[in-house]
């Protein structure tokens, strides 16, 4: 978690000397005075009040000589936990982590392709109550975080749709809780992998576009600046863009000539299994059955690289991204990525301008844990610290 600020308040301040001690920065007093040039007193003063308030804990070591004992400091990482709800191929997958995004608890629960509200909701719920049980006698859950892909309601904590479970409309993942008093969160899972992906150290964000090819197929926009996207939740879907190509087929959203029903691996995957029927699995097992087939040799799949690099032209001269990052289990493909990057860069960028060029990446659940925990435990910790401080709203100059 990078949770450095430059502001004068205490309480940032206080904040800075307990993010160096948890990723390892400082341990000890002098540390602190070093990186952060403020003064010892007020040093000192700040780490008791964070010892006081359980984030920081001080071990003592014997003296050699006649000196003082040497004091190191250690960040109290589980002092607040996070449970935290991710998407893989098929499943849910709940895990329980601490400040340092260390897993303390984790378990997944798989669900056909048929399951409707009733029965994703039946998962969530009991998956949070072992994650609950599993938080340290030590510990306070913070919050609750959904990471999910399709279409959400942030505000609402409402996940309306997505291609994986089609008949699943519209949940309200404030019953998962129930009686709970956690925060909760929702999120694209997109949006967080690619906050951690282009994350700089000013904190801002590098312009760059994220899109996933896969079971569905959606895209993230990272703004050169704090402030991320205007509509975070309702953006990126363009598996649902309306192609001629598609010639009006049905897509699970419930429209028709979606980019989906011609390109997605929804939809490719009964046709690809007439051709190599041990293609079956989540995203990542038809990954590594997909990585050496010669795929452009089905006319279809041949279509689908088409649409799918003329989406990509259209997205780059829409927002202009210094990079485009692909992932997904097409794009591991020696073959469809070759060919997708001739079609794309075949069409050229406008007038002068540069194409922006594609970056396989590996899908990443670690970098969405991380995107997760910074988008949420930094401004949770900060009211902690301005709630349990003994300066009120105290500056330092």
């Known amino acids: ?59 003592k070591a014997k003296a050699s000589g006649r000196g003082r004992p040497t004091v190191s400091l250690v960040a109290n990482s ?66 609750v975080i959904f990471s999910m892909p399709g279409i959400l309601d942030p505000e609402k904590c409402i996940w309306k749709f997505v291609s994986r479970w089609p008949n699943m409309r519209d949940l309200d993942l404030k019953r998962v809780i129930n009686c709970g008093h956690e925060r909760l969160y929702l999120f694209r899972n997109l949006d967080l992998e690619l906050s951690a992906l282009t994350v700089k150290e000013d904190g801002g964000h590098e312009a760059a576009l994220i899109v996933h090819w896969g079971q569905g197929i959606g895209c993230s926009f990272s703004l050169p600046s704090n402030n991320g996207l205007s509509r975070p939740g309702q953006f990126g879907e363009i598996g649902h863009w309306v192609m001629a190509r598609a010639g009006g087929d049905l897509c699970r959203c419930g429209g028709k000539g979606c980019l989906e029903t011609v390109a997605s691996l929804w939809a490719l995957k009964p046709l690809l299994k007439t051709h190599w029927p041990e293609v079956e699995g989540d995203e990542q097992e038809i990954a590594n059955q997909l990585h050496l087939l010669d795929l452009l040799s089905v006319p279809e799949f041949r279509d689908a690289v088409t649409a799918i690099s003329n989406t990509l032209t259209n997205l780059s001269r829409t927002f202009f991204p210094s990079k485009i990052l692909m992932t997904g289990p097409f794009v591991n493909n020696p073959y469809v990525w070759a060919e997708l990057n001739k079609q794309y860069s075949a069409a050229g960028a406008l007038s002068s301008l540069e194409v922006p060029p594609l970056i396989n990446v590996s899908r990443s659940l670690d970098l969405e844990r991380r995107g997760a925990l910074n988008a949420v435990l930094p401004k949770y910790l900060l009211t902690y610290i301005e709630k349990n401080s003994q300066d009120g709203s105290k500056h330092v100059d």
């Open 78 to 143: 589980s002092r607040f936990v996070c449970i935290l709800f991710q998407v893989v191929g098929q499943s849910i997958v709940a895990s329980l982590r601490n400040l340092n995004n260390q897993e303390l608890w984790s378990e997944t629960h798989k669900l056909c392709e048929t399951a409707d509200n009733h029965q994703v909701l039946k998962i969530f719920t009991d998956l949070y109550e072992g994650a609950r049980s599993a938080v340290p006698k030590a510990s306070d859950c913070a919050s």
């Open 1 to 59: 978690m990078n949770i450095i600020s430059h502001h004068n308040s205490n309480s940032r301040l206080k904040l800075s000397i307990f993010d160096l001690v948890l990723n390892g920065k400082a341990n000890s007093r002098k540390d602190i005075i070093s990186a952060l040039a403020i003064r010892p007193n007020t040093v000192s003063e700040m780490v008791a009040e964070l010892v006081d308030m359980e984030l920081i804990w001080e071990q």
